[in-house]
């Protein structure tokens, strides 16, 4: 039985896989290096975030995307946004790295075995391991408009279903969205010769100001410090206090996944969209009506009933995100997922400092825990964060299980509040924080 098996080998998964190794845990690492990366998104696009806040996480040296950009002879600098098919190279470039092979498996289902799991694959392995690290990235959690759902196959689509948009060329597409998804899927829509028009519920498109150069005074980075989710003390927070986050009450937490850096297209982007692809805002999506001539769009104002005007065009393609629901991950057998312990008011999973969820063994990664740990884990960024913790949170499991460690032994309130020379009342307020 292995210690630990990661299911996917995207960004979060490679750097939990490079832990591990290094942690010299037994470990199979399943899935396609990449997979989202290579497959789900146009050519020509480009990373949205700063190269220095895109490294894949290792303990050793020389793993950076700036140490692989070098070696390539690529400009990998603030302020000069980066190629996804970069990135990608070097994503593949840091499996190839590895000190354990990435197996380019299909996982089909992760189902508890005893005190552990067994991984099924589709070439019909069945691994069994201590532990399951679930880095299994967005794909799952695809988010497509009710209204477009029971239109005609081909009439609509979600913006990561497309690798090649030239097939769009002289045809008419609507594309739902005011974030970066939508705004470059238009420009690059435009470019390839087709004629976008964005729709969007929010009343105004926001664009990323020109960053600031790393080198600048004292007090104007105390006023706006650099993150790697942006300037600002609020990226700082979510940037760099993951842990913090969790802390909070769940209500707040939630809030914070949801709206904090919000919808907005990169400052580089501007140009490509303003003046050149039609964005019309406030407007809502309340019925879509397929036929041979392509897909008629009711709409409504956002905030408003009845329907206000219609569109019509050849596609439509939904850049509207992902939703972390752990009911869409069929890949977890059924009665497990109904087994763990939730977020209050979501669907993701809640976890403990060591990403490990309610069933003891079973750890998630990425856009899942963003409602425990906050925004940072949307982004690559997050994956430092995320790898060395989770890591330990195996290998403090697998500590648990042998006995290696001696189990804690919970003593009455008042006994540890005489212990420590304090009142019980303000033993219970310190315990009251703790726990998963």
């Known amino acids: 039985m292995h210690d630990l098996v990661v ?29 989202s990366w290579r497959d789900h998104m146009p050519d020509g696009m480009y990373l949205k975030s700063e190269p220095w806040a895109s490294d894949l996480s290792s303990p050793g040296a020389g793993a950076t995307l700036g140490a692989w950009a070098a070696a390539e002879g690529l400009r990998a600098e603030h302020g000069t946004p980066l190629p996804i098919g970069a990135f990608t190279r070097y994503g593949l470039w840091f499996a190839e790295r590895l000190a354990v092979p990435v197996e380019e498996r299909t996982v089909t289902a992760v189902v508890p075995d005893g005190r552990g799991f067994t991984v099924e694959t589709a070439d019909g392995e069945a691994v069994r391991t201590r532990n399951v690290a679930l880095a ?30 030239a097939r769009f060329r002289d045809r008419d ?51 706006a410090p650099h993150s ?78 009845g329907v206000r005007e219609s569109v019509e065009a050849d596609h439509v393609i939904a ?26 008011g979501t669907w993701a999973p809640e976890l403990d400092a060591g990403f490990e969820s309610s069933r ?3 750890f998630f990664a990425g856009l899942l825990t963003a409602p425990v740990f906050g925004p940072s884990m949307r982004f690559v960024h997050g994956a430092t964060y995320t790898a ?18 001696p189990a804690r032994v919970p003593r009455p309130v008042a006994a540890r509040a005489r212990e420590a020379g304090l009142r019980p009342a303000v033993a219970r307020e310190e315990g009251a924080g703790t726990g998963a």
Request: proline share 6%.
């Open 136 to 165: 299994i990235g967005v794909m799952p959690f695809v988010h497509l408009p009710g209204a477009l759902r029971e239109l005609p196959v081909g009439l609509a689509s979600h913006s990561s279903d497309h690798r090649d948009l």
């Open 228 to 305: 790697g989710l942006g300037i600002g003390w609020s990226s700082w927070a979510w940037s760099n206090m993951p842990g913090a986050v969790r802390l909070l009450p769940a209500g707040a937490r939630t809030r914070i996944a949801e709206t904090a850096l919000g919808p907005a297209g990169a400052w580089w982007l501007r140009e490509r969209v303003e003046g050149v692809v039609p964005v019309r805002l406030g407007l809502r999506v309340v019925r879509a009506v397929g036929s041979d001539a392509g897909v008629r769009l009711d709409l409504a104002a956002s905030t408003g009933p």
């Open 360 to 362: 003891p063994g079973l």
């Open 7 to 35: 299911v996917g080998a995207g960004p979060y998964g490679l750097s939990i896989a490079a832990h591990a190794a290094a942690a010299g845990l037994d470990l199979r690492v399943l899935g396609r290096p990449m997979a």
């Open 388 to 405: 060395s913790r989770l890591v330990a949170g195996v290998r403090r499991r697998m500590d648990a299980g042998t006995g290696a460690r």
């Open 319 to 344: 850049a509207t995100g992902f939703d972390p629901d752990l009911r869409r991950l069929r890949v977890l057998d059924a009665g497990l997922r109904e087994e763990l312990r939730t977020v209050r």
């Open 173 to 223: 597409v609507v594309v739902l969205g005011a974030g970066q998804a939508a705004l470059e899927t238009a420009a690059l829509l435009a470019e390839d010769g087709a004629r976008p028009v964005v729709l969007a519920r929010a009343g105004e498109v926001r664009w990323n100001t020109l960053p600031v150069p790393l080198r600048r005074g004292a007090l104007a980075k105390l006023r």
